[in-house]
Antibody
Framework: QVQLQESGPGLVKPSETLSLTCTVSGDSISSYYWSWIRQPAGKGLEWIGR??????DFNPSLKSRATMSVDTSKNQFSLKLNSVTAADTAVYYC???????????WGQGTLVTVSS | DIQMTQSPSSLSASVGDRVTITCRASQSISTYVHWYQQKPGKAPNLLIYAASNLQSGVPSRFSGSRSGTDFTLTITSLQAEDSATYYCQQSHSTPYTFGQGTKLEIK
């Protein structure tokens, strides 16, 4: 059974870089597409981007602030979001999704607050 | 970007009722639509994939359908545990986009 777990600092200062890691168990990180999604409190879901064997795709709404990487030795993938503001405060989820397919499963989510 | 217009934004129904939630895509996206249920403080949970396929372990009272660019999630014989927010999502092209969500309250 595939499981995903997000980890990283829960508090980030404005203008700094948000860094999160998703650890995958029960499946190889070398397969599938791996996405990040976020959800501000009380609001809807926003797809941030995905990483796969051939590269990455990002939501243009992030204005090139996001990068992703994979560590196959640890079966993890990571998200970095630079120049954060209060608007980046949200619960961040990681999820597995194949090309053109559904996002499943999801991690439990981790709250990141941007505040000085 | 492909816009997913979801309606209604909220609804209230009674146990045993039949409920319908709709998403309209801004362009043709074949069957690249999926439905999720999210309960407070939890991650979204996949209900229906590729417009009409029931995810393993999901009760059969949940179903999905497609008519052109309109996609529908139907819950028959509503149960108390169905109280949640429901989202549609398109995976036809990036950026993946979600509907605004429908908050379902059980009377």
């Amino acid at each position: 059974q595939v499981q995903l777990q997000e980890s990283g600092p829960g508090l980030v200062k404005p203008s700094e870089t948000l860094s999160l890691t998703c650890t995958v168990s029960g499946d190889s990180i070398s397969s599938y597409y791996w996405s990040w999604i976020r959800q501000p409190a009380g609001k809807g879901l926003e797809w941030i981007g995905r990483i796969y064997s051939s590269g990455t795709d990002f939501n243009p709404s992030l204005k090139s602030r996001a990068t992703m990487s994979v560590d196959t030795s640890k079966n993890q993938f990571s998200l970095k979001l630079n120049s954060v503001t209060a608007a980046d405060t949200a619960v961040y989820y990681c999820a597995r999704g194949d090309l053109g397919k559904e996002l499943n499963p999801w991690g439990q989510g981790t709250l990141v607050t941007v505040s000085s | 970007d492909i816009q997913m217009t979801q309606s209604p934004s909220s609804l209230s129904a009674s146990v045993g009722d039949r409920v319908t939630i709709t998403c309209r895509a801004s362009q043709s996206i074949s069957t690249y639509v999926h439905w999720y249920q999210q309960k407070p403080g939890k991650a979204p949970n996949l209900l229906i994939y590729a417009a009409s396929n029931l995810q393993s372990g999901v009760p059969s009272r949940f179903s999905g359908s497609r008519s052109g660019t309109d996609f529908t999630l139907t819950i028959t014989s509503l149960q108390a545990e169905d109280s949640a927010t429901y989202y549609c999502q398109q995976s036809h092209s990036t950026p993946y986009t979600f509907g605004q969500g429908t908050k379902l309250e059980i009377k």
